[in-house]
C-alpha cells in the first residue's frame, strides 16, 4: 500500500476542509466526528448532516471522550448506517468497532473510515483541569517529530498499533514533515483511492515510506515493555491483586467506557452476580468475614475472561476510574497474553473470529494431558 | 496432634464421560480422595470460566475441569470449547501470578476409573502440599 495524496493544508486544517468537501459534494450524506462544544478545548462526538454545523469539526482533536468504536455500534446496531456517512475515528476505536462488528454489534457497511497514524490523546481529566487545548502546538510537535507528547494516555504511550490500515484514508501525522503546512493521505482502500482522487487540491504524494512511523513504534515498544516488567515485578500475585483493586467502588464504570463490553446486561449488573442472603451466608461461615459491598475482585476478573482478548488498548477504563486504579495496565497485560496464545490480533481483520467463539479440532493438545 | 491440612476441591465432571468414570472409581472400591467435591454437569462444555473464577475467589485450593477426550464428546463438539476455555483462564492465571496450577484441564471417559482416581489422588497431593488457597482467608475482596 504506498500510494498517496498530498493536501497543502496542515494537518488540522487539511482533515476538516476535506469533511466540509465530503458532505457538500455529497459524497455523504453525515459526518461523524469530535465536535467542539466550548473554547476550553472540550470535544464530543457528533453526526451532522447539516452542512452547517460541520464548522465546528474538530476531528484530530487528541481527546476521546467516549471510544468512538463503541459510538458507532449504537447506531448500527440493528441494521447498517441509513446514509454514507464519513467517520473520523483513531486506530484504537477503528479497532474496537471491528471487534464490535464481529460480535454483530454494529456494520461497517455505508462508512467512510476516516483515520491517522495515531500521536496519542490526553485524559479526560486534563479538560476538567482546564488545562487542555494549551498543549495543542506542543502536541502536533511531538508528533511530527516521532516523539511521545508529555502527559498522553499510559495506553497510548504504549500502543504500537498506531497505522490503521484497516482505514479508507489515513492522515500520515506521525513523523510528518511540515505538518502545519501540509498533510499527506494514505489511501489502503479502493474506495479511498477513489474519493482522495477526487478531491480538489489533493496532487499525487508519491510513495509512502514507511519507516515514518519505525521510529515511534520503537519508543512505544520500549515504553510498553517496561510497563509489563513493572507490572510483572509489582502487580503480580495474589496480595498485588488484592491490593490493586481494594479502592474498587464497583462503580462499573470501566465495563460502561469499554468498547468491547457491549452486552445489553452485563452479568454483573444481573440478579445472578446479586449477593442476596444465601450467598452472605457461606461467606459468614467460612471466612468469618464479608466486605460490603462485594464482589469487585470478581467483577475485574470476571470482565477479563469476558473481554481481555479482545482488549483494544485504548485506555478508557483508566481514564474514568473515580480512584485511579491503573485497569487499563491490568487488563492489556492480560490482554496481551491471551492474544499471544490464541495467535489473536483484535480489530485487525473482520474476518478473524474471536477466540472464545470458536474452536479447532486439533488444538493446544497438551491440555487436558496433564 | 497436628492440624493437618484438608484441601478443599471443587471437580466439576462431565455427566456422559467424567461422572460416569468417577462413578467407576466408587464402585469398584478405588482410592479418592475426600477433598474434591464434585459438581456434575452435562458437558464439560457447561463450565462457564465464571464457575471456576468464582470456586477460586470463595477460596476453593483447587478446581478440576474434566470432561470427554476431544473427539468423544457426547454433544459433539463441547470439549472443545472447554479446552479453549481452560487455555484462557490459565493464560489469566499465570499472566496474574494467581497460582496457575490450583486448576487443571483432565479428559476422563466413562472407563476410565482408574484415571479418575489417579489424577485425584495426584492433583490432591499437589495442593496438599502447596498449602491452602491464599483466597481462602482473604476477607476484603
Not at chain 1, 502545519?180 to 479511498?192: A, F, Q, S, V, Y
Not at chain 1, 473481554?307 to 485497569?327: H, Y
Not at chain 1, 495496565?329 to 473482520?350: A, M, N
Request: hydrophobic letters at 35%.
Amino acid at each position: 500500500m504506498s500510494e498517496t495524496r498530498r493536501i497543502n493544508k496542515g494537518i488540522e486544517e487539511g482533515v476538516h476542509d476535506l469533511l466540509v468537501h465530503l458532505l457538500e459534494s455529497g459524497t455523504v450524506q453525515g459526518v461523524f466526528s469530535l465536535m467542539k462544544t466550548n473554547e476550553e478545548g472540550g470535544v464530543d462526538y457528533s453526526l451532522i448532516t447539516d452542512v452547517e454545523h460541520i464548522q465546528n469539526a474538530v476531528p484530530f482533536q487528541p481527546l476521546m471522550p467516549v471510544n468512538a468504536g463503541r459510538a458507532l455500534s449504537l447506531f448500527t446496531l440493528d441494521g447498517p448506517a441509513p446514509k454514507p456517512i464519513a467517520a473520523v475515528l483513531r486506530p484504537c476505536e477503528l479497532r474496537a468497532f471491528i471487534e464490535l462488528v464481529k460480535r454483530a454489534q454494529g456494520s461497517l457497511e455505508n462508512f467512510l473510515l476516516i483515520s491517522l497514524t495515531c500521536g496519542g490523546v490526553y485524559p479526560l481529566k486534563s479538560l476538567a483541569r482546564g488545562t487542555f487545548g494549551s498543549d495543542s502546538a506542543e502536541y502536533w510537535s511531538s508528533v511530527e517529530k516521532s516523539e511521545i507528547p508529555e502527559g498522553i494516555r499510559l495506553t497510548c504511550r504504549s500502543c504500537v498499533d498506531f497505522v490503521p490500515l484497516q482505514a479508507d484514508i489515513v492522515f500520515a501525522a506521525v513523523g510528518a514533515e511540515n505538518i502545519e503546512k501540509e498533510c499527506l493521505m494514505l489511501l489502503p482502500t479502493e474506495n479511498g483511492r477513489k474519493i482522495a482522487g477526487d478531491l480538489p487540491g489533493a496532487q499525487g504524494g508519491g510513495k509512502y515510506d514507511e519507516g515514518r512511523t519505525g521510529d515511534l513504534k520503537k519508543k512505544r515498544l520500549e515504553e510498553k515493555d517496561r510497563l509489563f516488567k513493572d507490572f510483572d515485578a509489582n502487580r503480580k500475585g495474589q496480595a498485588e491483586m488484592i491490593k490493586t483493586f481494594t479502592p474498587c467502588l464497583g462503580c462499573h464504570a470501566c465495563g460502561e467506557v469499554c468498547p468491547i463490553c457491549s452486552c445489553l446486561l452485563c452479568t454483573f449488573d444481573s440478579k445472578t452476580s446479586d449477593y442476596n442472603p444465601e450467598n452472605i451466608d457461606f461467606d459468614l461461615n467460612h471466612k468469618g468475614g464479608l466486605k460490603v459491598p462485594t464482589g469487585n475482585l470478581f467483577y475485574h476478573l470476571g470482565r477479563m475472561s469476558h473481554m481481555a482478548v479482545s482488549c483494544v488498548g485504548c485506555g478508557m477504563c483508566s481514564d474514568v476510574c473515580p480512584v485511579n486504579i491503573p485497569v487499563a495496565t491490568v487488563f492489556t497485560r492480560v490482554g496481551d497474553s491471551l492474544q499471544k496464545v490464541f495467535e489473536y490480533q483484535p480489530g485487525l481483520d473482520v474476518e478473524q473470529p474471536v477466540p472464545s467463539g470458536t474452536f479447532k479440532e486439533d488444538e493446544f493438545a497438551q491440555a487436558g494431558e496433564q | 496432634m497436628s492440624a493437618e491440612f484438608q484441601p478443599q476441591i471443587i471437580g466439576f465432571l462431565c455427566n456422559w464421560c467424567s461422572y460416569t468414570g468417577a462413578d467407576l472409581a466408587g464402585t469398584a472400591r478405588m482410592k479418592i480422595p475426600p477433598s474434591i467435591r464434585v459438581i456434575r454437569v452435562m458437558c464439560s462444555g457447561r463450565i462457564d470460566p465464571l464457575f471456576v473464577l468464582r470456586a477460586l475467589i470463595m477460596g476453593a485450593d483447587g478446581v478440576m475441569m474434566m470432561g470427554c477426550h476431544p473427539g468423544d464428546c457426547h454433544y459433539q463438539k463441547g470439549n472443545y470449547n472447554t479446552r479453549r476455555r481452560y487455555i484462557m483462564l490459565n493464560s489469566i492465571m499465570e499472566t496474574l501470578g494467581m497460582e496457575a496450577d490450583r486448576l487443571g484441564l483432565w479428559w476422563v471417559s466413562a472407563s476410565e476409573g482408574v484415571k479418575y482416581s489417579r489424577v485425584t489422588t495426584e492433583f490432591d497431593e499437589k495442593i496438599t502440599k502447596k498449602g491452602p488457597s491464599p483466597f481462602a482467608s482473604e476477607i476484603f475482596l
